[in-house]
């Protein structure tokens, strides 16, 4: 046992010498929170957008007020052709034009109708389907307003109540699945990397004969880097807090314990990965290629789970982020208790398990 | 010239010697973009739903019918009151709760309005804009169509006025979200594979003691800068190449641009890459560091590149700082040329911001390249 823990700060000396490295551990995970929190929203704001008004007439100029009055779009430019449409779409200067016909006020004192085009560079569909939505909003909004007096026969109205995140803030969404991206990469990278840098620089050999076992040498390096996670969990947790405002409904033990938990997960994939890689770079190039994409985009985190194909919800479902990301909203956000997750803890437990015992079945006692 | 092509062999074969590298820098990112070209996906489908029905009217029932017949919900299902739909919530098994007063027939009625409670779970803010959304197109077409009998006694003064908009979705009339993500996840894999091998590469040597002997040699700086990079210089393009092939056969994305303009920009692109590569290679000691900032820049670069969510919605600082991002460029251009077609005129801007940042960084990069220590 001591001479564990003999071992145990050296490896703390190691990292602590090392004022680069730690600079970079923890000042970047900062810095990304707070860069994301604030920046990345996947609100549709200020869309750039054209207007080709055939008819310029009192209504028409009214509507394309309402529209630039409002926070969703901002008008680039006014075109005056159809085939202009095509050259500001390929220049990627607007993402839509709102094309009034001719006549337009004419219309509706005659017909009572009259039509609105809003073409769409739907090579972002997302953005493009928004924009419909809203302009189409907008001018069911005028319309009230010109029909103000009419009785409409009959109306349902919904009376919407957004739970959990009243005002919509997008940041609540972003800063659970930046914290799962920031402890996952970094606790499998940095075991992974430092296991393997002991076999490349062939220093595992010195180790190994030693008097220590080997999975004391493994665990002694890894206990430094489940340190090093906590304080990066608890930085994240305290900024999320104070800067971003994000609620922590429930409470803040099981809050910390999810995080231990996930964090050793992390690590137990990445003394898995250095398991079976012989070089730093192999290691390294494992844990970022093979763990980056997946977990940003099978993690619930940006795109929701439930629209993805049949097939890739089954894969979701070995991503270790997507629980943990799961457990964070559950206890910040709708401020639950164990028993609500359970069963996310429980699959984290049994993935912790499954990576750690099978890291010790691969690991070997003599290198060849 | 012989000096580089014989630093070129040795980097090549480098790279080919490590079997268990050639699965990492070729199958794993074409894997990548077959699968995860699925999951990138903003359409809200399936929403789970339920509702509380204390009317159990004809007309309630004829309401949740049309919920019943759209494609966006998934699951209806009852609940005895409110409490019991929030627990639910609470566990997250469904999203959205639709509830009916018993007063709702009646009210319709009497005052020909009538109010129900919609409660969505909103911590996904912009899925619950979109079923927000849903609920209402579907309420309002269920208003249309009890009206409409009562619409048509009206006379010509006292008619409604309508104003209906066409939307004509350019590009991509379906709204495929393949096409706009495979390109993007493309650009992502050529951009990640030529950093992190070309910014662990040079350091890889400073820490194994190699880069010493080679500094003893009568090499130039900049054959050897230029021999170490060419090879990752190759491999991105055949990346695109064969990244280009599956876009085309597997997921029938539109090539509708000039392939020489594709190319004569992603060979550019690759340089600021492969510069900041280098850069990160020279200002560190260990593979570590330069991992650990290559990975810091490439998240960074990822999710602020206008792949994943607008760049016009983030605040003016930040849309200033992706003009820094090199992705953010190529996913632009690869949409453009690629989807629209846009001609070299079109992406003028785009390749000369991308021409100007390989010059700075690979100047940088020469630059604080030592060769003695």
Redesign the interface.
């Known amino acids: 046992m001591k001479r564990f823990i003999g071992f145990v700060t050296k490896e703390f000396y190691h990292i602590f010498r090392?004022k680069?490295?730690l600079f970079?551990?923890f000042g970047?995970p900062i810095?990304?929170i707070l860069?994301?929190g604030?920046?990345?929203?996947?609100?549709?704001?200020?869309?750039?957008i054209a207007i080709l008004d055939h008819s310029k007439d009192a209504t028409t100029k009214e509507i394309i007020q309402k529209i630039k009055a409002s926070k969703y779009f901002s008008i680039e430019q006014f075109i005056e052709k159809e085939s202009d449409i095509e050259a500001v779409?390929?220049?990627?200067k607007v993402k839509a034009v709102l094309n009034f016909e001719q006549d337009f006020e004419a219309k509706?004192g005659s017909t009572?109708?009259?039509?609105?085009?809003?073409?769409?560079?739907?090579?972002?569909?997302?953005?493009?389907?928004t924009i419909?939505?809203y302009?189409?909003?907008m001018?069911a909004k005028?319309?009230q307003e010109?029909?103000a007096g009419?009785?409409?026969?009959?109306?349902?109205?919904?009376?919407?109540?957004?739970?959990?995140?009243?005002e919509?803030?997008?940041v609540?969404?972003f800063v659970p699945g930046v914290m799962t991206?920031i402890l996952m990469?970094v606790s499998a990278?940095?075991t992974s990397?430092?296991i393997t840098?002991e076999k490349e620089l062939g220093t595992m050999e010195i180790l190994l004969v030693s008097p220590l076992k080997p999975f004391q040498v493994i665990v002694g390096k890894v206990v430094p880097y489940i340190f090093l996670s906590v304080i990066n969990a608890i930085v994240i947790i305290v900024l999320s807090i104070f800067v971003f405002k994000m609620p922590v409904e429930g409470s803040f033990f099981l809050l910390g314990l999810e995080s231990v938990l996930f964090i050793i997960v992390a690590l137990g994939l990445g003394i898995l990965i250095s398991t079976i890689?012989?070089?730093?770079?192999?290691a390294?190039?494992?844990s970022?290629?093979?763990l980056?994409?997946?977990v940003?985009?099978?993690s619930g985190f940006?795109?929701?789970i439930?629209?993805?194909?049949l097939p890739?919800q089954v894969?979701?479902n070995i991503i270790p982020a997507k629980w943990f990301i799961?457990i964070v909203?559950?206890i910040m956000?709708?401020g639950?208790g164990l028993q609500?997750i359970w069963k996310e803890t429980l699959i984290l437990i049994a993935m912790a398990l499954f990576f750690i015992g099978l890291s010790v079945k691969k690991y070997k006692i003599r290198l060849e | 010239m012989k000096t580089i092509r014989y630093i070129i062999q040795k980097e090549f074969k480098q790279i080919f010697r490590?079997k268990?590298?050639l699965p990492?820098?070729f199958v794993?990112?074409l894997l990548?973009l077959i699968?995860?070209s699925?999951?990138?996906?903003?359409?809200?489908?399936?929403?789970?739903f339920g509702y509380i029905d204390n009317n159990r009217s004809s007309t309630s029932r004829a309401?949740l019918e049309k919920f019943n017949a759209s494609t966006y919900f998934?699951v209806l299902t009852v609940f005895e009151s409110q409490k019991k739909a929030?627990e639910a919530?609470?566990?997250?098994t469904i999203d959205v709760v639709?509830e009916i007063p018993n007063h709702f027939e009646k009210d319709?009625e009497t005052r020909?309005?009538?109010?129900?409670?919609?409660?969505?779970?909103?911590?996904?803010?912009?899925?619950?804009?979109v079923e927000?959304?849903y609920?209402?197109q579907i309420?309002q077409s269920?208003?249309k169509n009890?009206?409409l009998s009562?619409?048509q006694s009206l006379d010509?003064q006292?008619?409604?006025?309508?104003?209906?908009?066409?939307?004509?979705?350019?590009?991509?009339?379906t709204?495929?979200?393949k096409?706009?993500m495979v390109p993007g996840?493309l650009v992502?894999?050529v951009t990640?594979?030529t950093l992190?091998?070309s910014g662990?590469n040079i350091v890889?040597e400073k820490e194994m003691g190699t880069l010493e002997q080679i500094n003893v040699t009568p090499i130039k700086k900049s054959q050897f800068i230029i021999g170490k990079l060419f090879p990752f210089w190759l491999i991105g393009l055949g990346l695109l190449t064969v990244g280009l092939i599956i876009s085309k056969l597997i997921f029938d994305i539109p090539i509708v641009g000039s392939l020489g303009l594709m190319y004569a920009y992603t060979s550019i692109y690759i340089l600021v890459v492969l510069g900041i590569g280098l850069f990160i290679s020279n200002f560190?000691?260990?593979?570590?560091?330069a991992?650990?900032?290559?990975?810091?820049f490439?998240?960074?670069f990822?999710?602020?590149s206008g792949l994943?969510?607008?760049i016009?919605?983030?605040?003016a600082w930040?849309q200033t700082?992706t003009e820094f991002n090199p992705i953010k460029y190529f996913v632009?251009v690869m949409?453009?040329v690629m989807?629209?077609?846009?001609?070299f005129t079109?992406i003028l801007p785009q390749f000369l911001k991308t021409l100007l940042y390989a010059l700075i960084m690979n100047g940088l990069a020469v630059w604080s390249y030592k060769k003695t220590n």
Do not use: C
């Open positions: 090392d680069r490295s970079i551990l970047m810095a990304q860069l994301f604030f920046a990345i929203t996947n609100e549709i704001n200020n869309v750039d779409f390929k220049k990627g509706l009572h109708k009259a039509t609105v085009q809003i073409l769409t560079d739907a090579t972002d569909p997302n953005t493009a389907n419909a939505n302009v189409n909003a001018l005028y319309q010109r029909n009419i009785a409409i026969p009959f109306q349902i109205v919904a009376q919407t109540r957004m739970v959990y995140n009243p919509i803030k997008s609540f969404m991206i990469l990278m940095m990397i430092s840098r890689s012989a070089t730093q770079q192999t390294m190039m494992i970022l290629m093979g980056m994409l997946p940003i985009l099978l940006i795109f929701p439930s629209s993805m194909p890739l894969i979701s799961i909203k559950a956000l709708k639950v609500f | 490590n268990g590298m990492i820098i794993l990112p990548q699968i995860l699925n999951a990138a996906t903003f359409e809200v489908k399936n929403v789970k309401l998934d929030d919530m609470l566990r997250g639709l319709l020909k309005t009538s109010a129900v409670g919609l409660t969505i779970n909103a911590i996904d803010g912009a899925a619950a804009g927000s959304v609920v209402h309420i269920f208003n009890i009206s009562t619409l010509g006292t008619k409604p006025l309508s104003m209906t908009s066409i939307p004509s979705f350019w590009y991509n009339q709204l495929n979200y096409t706009f996840i992502l894999l990640m594979i992190f091998l662990m890889r560190t000691d260990t593979q570590q560091q991992m650990f900032i290559a990975w810091f490439m998240v960074i990822i999710l602020m994943f969510t607008p016009e919605s983030m605040p930040a700082l632009q949409r453009m989807l629209k077609g846009a001609s079109d």
